[in-house]
């Protein structure tokens, strides 16, 4: 069959601030889902959240873009918008910047990752004869956050064996990149690694800008193994209303790259733009699903779940929580140190993030004010 494997993720409300949502926001989200589960539009499905976003990941046949699904999981973040409006909880609704949208909510304000595959996990399929998945969630940074995180184990063999080992990685993968910055449609580049890899470094370098969308076998070119979201809340909204907080689903094991191999770059962490105000430079961190966000300037921060398909299309009997393992706890100590190091630097230089990212906040208007004060020397 074919199976489609979806998040959509909001920030809808959280107490104390931007802190993580309250169980009856997560309840008012999870009874939505769960009606629609009981009357068949979906197979499985999961509620979670990340900091203070909210993710609902699911599996389904309805296929990506569904209009029924997308508008459920809208109806879903506004009952838990007005569940945290009821309590008062800060920021309800933030991530909800249409009025209504009519068919699937990308560009609305969720975060949205989607994929769709041919699904026979049998002994005898030799492509895939089991299904295993990985969903990311991140909080306090926007889309290019997950470039290097994903383009490492799909193109470099010093973090990922399997390209040199298994054969059918050994051809590599195509990369399809989305240009943040046109606003005017999805404007996006397709790259094969291996012979791209300067080319792909060369634009992922810039994670304001440019962030990996998808990614396919060169093997199996009907393969998708990686889908992530890539919008821009600044874009749509015109002004800074919180960071993008983006999503991702990694298809693992067999002839795509095993969740060893996927959760290696993440104890790099890697200094990204986001954090308090989505206006600094900070080490994403990796933190169990489910926490919340309570350290100085709230690094970034991702979250990591495993899963296995079973051939109905069922994944919660079993969650693996990766970045739960207590060996990820000095990794989580060198990020913090990673990023108490670099708020000594305060507003200076790199600890702040670009222009093109501050273009969106009041520092325009402390530049417009004094643009008359400015005199030119001869």
Avoid at 260 to 278: H, S
Wanted: proline content about 6%; overall charge negative.
């Amino acid at each position: 069959m074919k199976l489609t494997l979806s998040i959509f993720k909001a920030d809808i409300g959280s107490p104390g601030g931007h802190t993580r949502p309250s169980q009856s926001v997560l309840d008012a989200v999870q009874e939505t889902f769960a009606a629609a589960q009981a009357r068949g539009l979906l197979i499985d499905m999961l509620v979670t959240h990340t900091g203070d976003d909210i993710a609902i990941t699911c599996s389904h046949t309805a296929g990506p873009d569904n209009t029924e699904l997308h508008q459920l999981a809208w109806q879903a973040f506004l009952n838990g918008t007005a569940a945290a409006q009821v309590r008062g909880d800060y920021g309800a609704g933030q991530d909800l910047l249409a009025d209504a949208p009519s068919g699937n909510i990308r560009g609305a304000g969720p975060a949205v990752a989607e994929l769709e595959f041919d699904h026979n996990p049998v002994k005898d399929n030799k492509v895939r004869p089991a299904e295993t998945v990985l969903f990311f969630y991140a909080d306090k940074c926007a889309p290019g956050a997950f470039n290097l995180p994903f383009f490492l184990p799909l193109a470099d063999p010093m973090y990922c064996g399997g390209l040199l080992l298994k054969p059918e990685m050994s051809k590599g993968f195509s990369f399809r990149l989305m240009d943040m910055d046109y606003t005017e449609g999805d404007r996006e580049i397709t790259l094969h690694a291996p012979e791209d890899y300067y080319r792909l470094a060369a634009l992922l370098r810039d994670e304001a800008r440019f962030a990996i969308q998808s990614a396919w076998s060169r093997a199996h070119p009907d393969q998708q193994l990686l889908a992530a979201s890539t919008s821009r809340l600044h874009n749509i909204a015109g002004t800074y209303v919180g960071k993008d907080d983006p999503v991702a689903i990694f298809r693992t094991q067999g002839i795509f790259p095993a969740p060893e191999e996927v959760l290696l770059p993440w104890a790099i962490c890697p200094y990204v733009t986001g954090d308090a105000r989505g206006s600094h430079v900070m080490p994403i961190t990796p933190v169990p699903i489910n926490t919340e966000v309570r350290f100085v300037y709230c690094q970034p921060i991702v979250s990591a779940i495993g899963v296995s398909v079973d051939a109905a299309g069922n994944f919660t009997g079993e969650v693996v929580d990766f970045f739960a393992d207590s060996l990820w706890e000095s990794v989580r100590v060198g990020a913090v140190e990673k990023g108490l190091a670099m708020r000594r630097q305060g507003w200076f230089g790199a600890a702040m993030a670009s222009n093109a990212e501050l273009a969106y906040t009041g520092l325009v208007d402390i530049e417009n004010e004094l643009e008359d004060r400015f005199t030119v020397r001869s």
